[in-house]
């Protein structure tokens, strides 16, 4: 069972607490550590009587002090998001070949294809390394910015991909690629489930590291397994979608 920011400072504003957390995260302070940072804000507020706002100031200013010395040294392993990458990728290829196995059994290679493929493969590794400051503007930025930021983002690919697509490469029999590529999904998913990204649970101050790791492991291949199901729901809504769009075409 996770432990949230008002487990641990039941006193403290839960706004002024979870921008204080979601800042410590993002700038990889460890998890036993924002425990102890909470209880002692907690502390303070019980008992001088003074809101964190006004004792600490801003949230996000003061997680960003404490993160200069308290945060990891080191980034997380862009080899990580490789099985995502190659999971994304294989859905792409996926949906089209399981439409074009249903059309006429031929994949024809473009260069719309190759160009969505790389930029789905490119996705996981741009997302990772801008993830701090995307996080910070989709939480606090009006919604239609956010939409206009992913836009920014999808309408070049999916452009380039509309633009290639007369570069024609070559042809290939669809149901190996249809099936090749759902087996290659099949293997990312297994990948990321036996090997999910490590944990790093709140922790309170004292608390069994062991057993909260054991739990966060629980809540992460859940978490994992639910983003994969999601995933190929997609895929198969988006291939049923296309063949029922060739169907009422023919």
């Known amino acids: 069972m996770s432990i949230e920011p008002a487990d641990l400072a039941p006193h403290v504003e ?147 991909a509309v633009l290639a697509r007369p570069w024609h490469i070559g042809t290939l029999p669809a149901p190996p690629v249809a099936v090749g590529a759902l087996v290659l999904l099949a293997v990312a998913i297994v990948l990321e489930l036996r090997h999910p990204s490590p944990v790093d649970p709140l922790l309170a101050p004292g608390a069994d590291r062991a057993t909260a790791d054991e739990a966060a492991r629980r809540d992460a291949r859940r978490t994992t397994l639910l983003v994969w199901a999601t995933q190929v729901g997609w895929v198969a809504a988006a291939a049923a979608t296309g063949i029922l769009i060739n169907r009422l075409a023919g």
Do not use: C, N
Request: aromatic share 10%; glycine share 8%; charged share 15%.
């Open 14 to 160: 839960t706004t002024w607490a979870d921008d204080f957390v979601v800042e410590l995260r993002l700038r990889d302070v460890p998890g036993d550590v924002i425990g102890d940072l909470l209880t002692e804000v907690e502390s303070h507020v019980v008992d001088s009587g003074t809101p964190a706002h006004e004792a600490f100031g801003d949230p996000t200013q003061y997680a960003a002090q404490i993160a200069e010395t308290a945060a990891r040294p080191d980034p997380d392993a862009p080899g990580e998001l490789v099985p995502i990458a190659i999971g994304a990728a294989a859905m792409v290829v996926a949906v089209g070949g399981v439409v074009e196995w249903w059309q006429d059994g031929t994949f024809e290679r473009t260069g719309g294809t190759v160009a969505l493929v790389l930029g789905v493969l490119l996705a996981p590794f741009v997302i990772a390394r801008f993830f701090a400051p995307l996080v910070r503007f989709v939480l606090t930025a009006p919604w239609w910015k956010s939409w206009l930021l992913a836009m920014a983002a999808l309408v070049p690919m999916v452009g380039l």
